[in-house]
């Protein structure tokens, strides 16, 4: 009826991140934290923080296999997540999401949600049981995130960045029922 309009749903982009991201993945990284910690953190350790993750960093990552999943929409890079083995002892947790960042700009629109489903459901495919996720306690907008997808506030730990101690709270997913 409408020849002229079309509609695609391929605007979302999953998948797993490669060199030609690098860049990419160190700009997320300084926007979400910038915007997520200022504040929280002193400035010189938000700084040193960020700095530390530029180009370079998410190379190497990359060669030491680290599990990095990147969101782009419309192909612009939007998030990332990484994950692996959970490294939070006596959680009972077999995953974890070490890292779920977006920039500002696409907080609050669903795709959190997205990322985080995907991720659990890749380390769920690589029989990992349950999941875990720590954040830092004074970081409301992602402990409202992680409870809103079901997380259960199991355990607490501390954070020593800079000769502050900083609180973190642990939220878990048992493994899904087969």
Request: proline content about 5%; overall charge positive; charged content about 20%.
């Given at each position: 009826?409408?020849?002229?309009?079309?509609?695609?749903?391929?605007?979302?982009?999953?998948r797993a991140a490669r060199t030609a991201d690098c860049d990419a993945l160190?700009?997320?990284?300084?926007?979400?934290?910038?915007?997520?910690?200022?504040?929280?953190?002193?400035?010189?350790?938000?700084?040193?923080?960020?700095?530390?993750?530029?180009?370079?960093?998410?190379?190497?990552?990359?060669?030491?296999?680290?599990?990095?999943?990147?969101?782009?929409?419309?192909?612009?890079?939007?998030?990332?997540?990484?994950?692996?083995?959970?490294?939070?002892?006596?959680?009972?947790?077999?995953?974890?999401?070490?890292?779920?960042?977006?920039?500002?700009?696409?907080?609050?629109l669903g795709f959190g949600r997205t990322l985080f489903d995907h991720v659990?459901?890749?380390?769920?495919?690589?029989?990992?049981?349950?999941?875990?996720?720590?954040?830092?306690?004074?970081?409301?907008?992602?402990?409202?995130?992680?409870?809103?997808?079901?997380?259960?506030?199991?355990?607490?730990?501390?954070?020593?960045p800079g000769g502050r101690r900083l609180e973190l709270s642990i939220y878990?997913?048992?493994?899904?029922?087969?």
């Open positions: 009826m409408y020849p002229f309009l079309t509609m695609t749903t391929d605007l979302i982009d999953l160190a700009g997320i990284h300084s926007e979400a934290w910038l915007g997520a910690y200022r504040g929280v953190l002193h400035g010189v350790d938000l700084q040193k923080m960020v700095s530390r993750r530029g180009t370079d960093w998410w190379h190497g990552a990359l060669a030491r296999g680290v599990d990095i999943r990147i969101l782009t929409i419309a192909d612009v890079p939007a998030g990332y997540a990484t994950s692996g083995p959970c490294r939070l002892a006596d959680t009972g947790m077999e995953g974890e999401i070490y890292e779920l960042y977006l920039k500002p700009e696409y907080q609050g659990r459901a890749s380390l769920a495919s690589r029989n990992m049981s349950g999941l875990a996720v720590q954040v830092l306690s004074d970081n409301q907008p992602a402990r409202a995130f992680y409870k809103a997808v079901g997380g259960r506030l199991s355990a607490k730990s501390w954070y020593r878990t997913w048992p493994a899904k029922p087969a």
